[in-house]
């Protein structure tokens, strides 16, 4: 099983960026944690992150027939992109939205998210837990296919 987590925006500034909101945890430190639980699920996962929107959007378009699952956490284009969004529908490869704060407690604009339709689920203001949340559901669903 392959999963690819893309990630937006100011998500490299984690661990500085708004403490407050955001934790203190680096990417890095992120990464390192879900790649122990990838090898507990036995599965491969990959990371992208970008602060520009055609690098997200191209590796959307890369995931085709090389991932079974996406994991984005858009950041800001979660509100924006409707780029973003076509790109997830246009490749037919099943995504889960993640967001380490829980949007609907934020500013206005960021309680409408673009790509939730489109996507199989959302999880968010759960922190990091979010993105294990969303390993562990593509492991369970990943498996019923199978069987």
Do not use: W
Not at 22 to 33: I, V
Not at 84 to 101: K, L, N, Q, Y
Not at 107 to 115: A, N, P, T
Request: charged share 20%; with cysteine; aromatic share 8%.
């Amino acid at each position: 099983m392959n999963i690819i987590i893309l990630e937006g925006p100011n998500l490299n500034l984690l661990g500085t960026r708004k403490p407050e909101v955001y934790g203190n945890k680096t990417l890095h430190d992120n990464h390192m944690y879900l790649e122990s639980i990838a090898k507990e699920l036995n599965c491969k996962i990959y990371f992208k992150q970008s602060n520009h929107e055609g690098a997200l959007i191209d590796a959307i378009h890369e995931s085709r027939n090389k991932y079974d699952f996406i994991i984005i956490n858009a950041g800001a284009y979660t509100h924006t992109s409707i780029a973003i969004r076509d790109a997830i529908e246009a490749v037919e490869v099943p995504c889960i939205e993640v967001h380490i704060s829980n949007i609907y407690a934020r500013e206005d604009f960021r309680h409408i998210s673009l790509l939730a339709p489109v996507c199989v689920g959302q999880i968010c203001g759960l922190g990091y837990l979010g993105y294990e949340m969303a390993l562990r559901y593509i492991n369970l669903q990943l498996g019923k296919e199978i069987k």
